[in-house]
């Protein structure tokens, strides 16, 4: 079974830096799309960013410039280095894969909490 699992959230305060991973396991290819959303309190869940199976990234507006989102192709990973963070960054960042191989499956990790306050 595929697993993904996500790491990196916390506490930060306003203009700080987090670095969130999700690693999967039972995926041994990079044949897949991989993405961060969002669920902040009381809203629907929102793309983040996502990276392609060749490395072509894609950002929501209100991230663009302060976010990167990247993978790596050896352990099967994708980051998410968000920098200069605002309160309303605060959410439950899950990460997807969605393989491409098949008829494709999209995953989901548990989610990990990021809080920006001061």
């Known amino acids: 079974q595929v697993q993904l699992v996500e790491s990196g959230g916390g506490l930060v305060q306003p203009g700080g830096s987090l670095r969130l991973s999700c690693a999967a396991s039972g995926i041994t290819n990079n044949f897949n799309v991989m993405a961060w959303y969002r669920q902040a309190q009381g809203k629907q869940r929102e793309l983040v960013a996502r990276i392609s199976a060749s490395g072509t990234t894609n950002y929501a507006d209100s991230v663009k410039g302060r976010f990167t989102i990247s993978r790596d192709y050896n352990i099967i990973t994708t980051d998410l280095q968000m920098n200069s963070l605002k309160p309303e960054d605060t959410a439950v960042y899950y990460c997807?894969?969605?393989?491409?191989?098949?008829?494709?499956?999209?995953?989901w990790g548990q989610g990990t909490q990021v809080t920006v306050s001061a």
């Open positions: 997807n894969v969605k393989t491409l191989e098949g008829r494709g499956r999209d995953y």
